[in-house]
């Protein structure tokens, strides 16, 4: 379920818009006058859950209890936090919407399973939906992990409703430490986030493009074990399935990085850039997959046919051959006297005319590649 509210500006300042403005969050830079007190809820989240924060590129602490996300960033008005929620339901959500002010649309998407990769833009905070994925290695499947985020002035939320390697997702914001310092912090976390989401991507093609060059090995093998037209099938559908996912990546990375986004950056304008480019690499390389699959299965099921008529030709030529001493034997087995009757010579001879012509029709259909 999309809800798109394209009209509105994503600037986090008071701007017209399509939604109305909620509840600003405490210690947000934006807020008139002294730092708003705590709105969270003195309930923690049940679900697990992994908190950071940051201030000008450098990680001031990590772990801390969720319900004490607003003391944090009422303390400290340049800090930046990170909160990552697996697996909520509505009440945990609910110290994110009273924190940050969320939209009720934008947090009902959150918690829905199965929607699409998008952006959404609100008076307050941006909305993107998108999945990760990963690999079997023996069945060669596709699983998509999805990720809801929520992504204010001065936070990042990651809603997982399904697993995903979130200490890669720490790695590489430690790797790149130094772009959260030089530019927009927030923005240079989704950078490393979409950024690892593309890349996930990307070795997922290269996993099943590896299966498809080991499937197209095994074509014209004579003796092989491999059922070449159920693992093209097999193949097929997971190209299908990973292409839904990584396609709208390039619009959702697109959006990200609009001039008028409060993501953009001219620090960070050039990665998102090469994240984009990475995202157009990856759909082409799945449509590329996808076409050598159906090469394959065309190829085999052609194969198939000619294989299938050279044995009707065998069967035709040797169905011919033994037609000529059926004939034969036909004639000999008259009930009235002929040339030879009743004499060794006309077996003999008999003997001699059906091996003679079945000799000759040998070697014409032969001669002819028909046997």
């Given amino acids: 379920m999309a809800h798109d509210t394209t009209d509105a500006q994503p600037d986090l300042s008071a701007i017209d818009g399509l939604v109305a403005e909620p509840t600003a969050a405490a210690g947000d830079p934006q807020t008139p006058g002294p730092p708003a007190p705590s709105v969270t809820r003195a309930v923690p989240p049940k679900c697990p859950t992994r908190t950071r924060l940051y ?7 990590e772990g801390f209890p969720a319900e004490q996300l607003s003391e944090r960033l ?16 509505q009440q945990d959500l ?12 934008s947090v009902e998407d959150a918690i829905t399973s199965h929607q699409r990769a998008k952006v959404d833009r609100y008076r307050t905070h941006l909305f993107a939906n998108m999945y990760a994925v990963s690999v079997d290695a023996a069945a060669m499947t596709i699983t998509a992990g999805e990720i809801a985020v929520f992504i204010t002035a001065r936070a990042l939320v990651t809603v997982r409703k399904d697993d995903f390697d979130i200490d890669t997702l720490i790695a590489r914001w430690d790797l790149n430490a ?46 092989t074990d ?21 396609a709208p990546m390039q619009e959702v990375v697109s959006r990200l990085n609009r001039a008028d986004s409060h993501l953009r950056d001219d620090v960070l304008s050039p990665y998102y850039q090469d994240v984009y480019d990475h995202a157009l690499r990856t759909v082409e390389s799945v449509d590329a997959a996808r076409d050598r699959v159906d090469r394959i299965a065309d190829t085999q099921l052609n194969e198939q046919a000619a294989e299938l008529n050279e044995i009707t030709k065998r069967l035709a030529a040797w169905a011919a051959i033994i037609a000529v001493p059926t004939a034969v034997t036909g004639f000999y087995g008259q009930n009235v006297p002929y040339p030879g009757f009743g004499r060794t010579g006309g077996f003999i001879a008999s003997c001699t005319i059906m091996l003679g012509l079945g000799a000759l029709l040998y070697w014409y259909l032969r001669r002819n590649r028909w046997l």
């Fill in 226 to 246: 491999v059922d070449v037209r159920r693992r093209a099938y097999e193949l097929g559908a997971s190209l299908a399935a990973l292409r839904r996912v990584v």
């Fill in 178 to 223: 130094d772009l959260v310092d030089a530019g927009n912090q927030v923005s240079a976390l989704v950078y490393g986030l979409i950024d690892v989401v593309v890349d996930g991507h990307y070795h997922a093609v290269e996993q099943l493009d590896d299966a498809v060059d080991e499937l197209q090995t095994h074509l014209f093998e004579a003796q």
């Fill in 94 to 105: 609910q110290i994110v919407v009273d924190e940050f002010g969320l939209h009720p649309l």
């Fill in 55 to 61: 201030r000008d590129g450098e990680l001031l602490d």
């Fill in 74 to 89: 009422r303390d400290d008005p340049h800090a930046v936090a990170w909160l990552d929620l697996y697996d909520p339901d």
